[in-house]
């Protein structure tokens, strides 16, 4: 079974500043990927960044990368260079080497940029 | 083009009516899926298809179907509207089956129920 807990539900950054979004994952699957999605007011679900349970080095997507600390079983997000156009809900999920790819998803937590 | 899409974007209907809700994906994936979003945002997964065969059923009430007539197209009918079933529910398709590929969403389709 998969569990995904995001603690923050909301979270305030200055415009150009980078924020921290944070995520903790919980699973038997030796095998797992982890997944982070955007959820702006327009409502649709962008995927932004994946993380393989086996990669070595953290995943990077131009403004975004994942502090994947395996050990502690965290996969938190960061975006740097914060934009405007990021304040948007932002969802961690999880999907177990043995679940057909299903997504667990968190709780979500509502990023808001300020000028 | 748009590469998940879903017909209607907005449904309203009384309780008891049967719908349907239609997907469509243009990438040529393998894989779809049924998601719920509930007035909390909550995301849970309802089905997935792969090669348009049943993979994943989820604890769901049987008035909903899915139903995938090709590997492009992933339906979901429900019968007998309850008010419980208003939500936001997305459709979503990866290249394969597992933890690897991610998902790519379609813009969703807000059902509301009065």
């Known amino acids: 079974a998969q569990k995904i807990t995001q603690t923050q539900p909301g979270m305030f950054v200055q415009e150009k500043e980078a924020v921290t979004l944070d995520c903790t994952y919980d699973t038997s699957d030796q095998s797992y990927g982890l997944f982070w999605y955007k959820q702006p007011s327009s409502g649709e679900m962008i995927f932004l960044i994946y993380q393989g349970s086996y990669d070595e080095q953290n995943a990077t997507e131009g403004r975004y990368s994942l502090n994947f600390q395996k050990a502690r079983k965290s996969a938190n997000l960061v975006i740097s260079a914060s934009q405007l156009g990021d304040s948007a809900m932002y969802f961690c999920a999880n999907a177990g080497g043995t679940s057909y790819g299903k997504l667990t998803f968190g709780q979500g937590t509502i990023l808001t940029v300020h000028p | 083009d748009t590469a998940v899409s879903q017909t209607p974007k907005y449904l309203v209907t009384q309780m008891g009516n049967d719908k349907s809700i239609k997907c469509e994906q243009n990438?040529?994936?393998?894989?779809m899926y049924w998601y719920k979003q509930d007035s909390k945002k909550f995301l849970k997964i309802m089905f997935s298809y792969n090669n348009k065969e049943l993979i994943i059923n989820e604890t769901v009430p049987n008035r909903f179907s899915p139903k995938s007539p090709d590997k492009a197209h992933l339906n979901l009918h429900i019968n007998s509207l309850e008010l419980g079933d208003s939500a936001v529910y997305f459709c979503?398709?990866?290249?394969?089956?597992?933890?690897?590929?991610?998902?790519?969403f379609g813009p969703g389709t807000r059902l509301t129920v009065t």
């Open positions: 979503a398709s990866s290249p394969g089956v597992g933890a690897v590929y991610e998902q790519y």
């Open positions: 990438l040529g994936h393998d894989t």
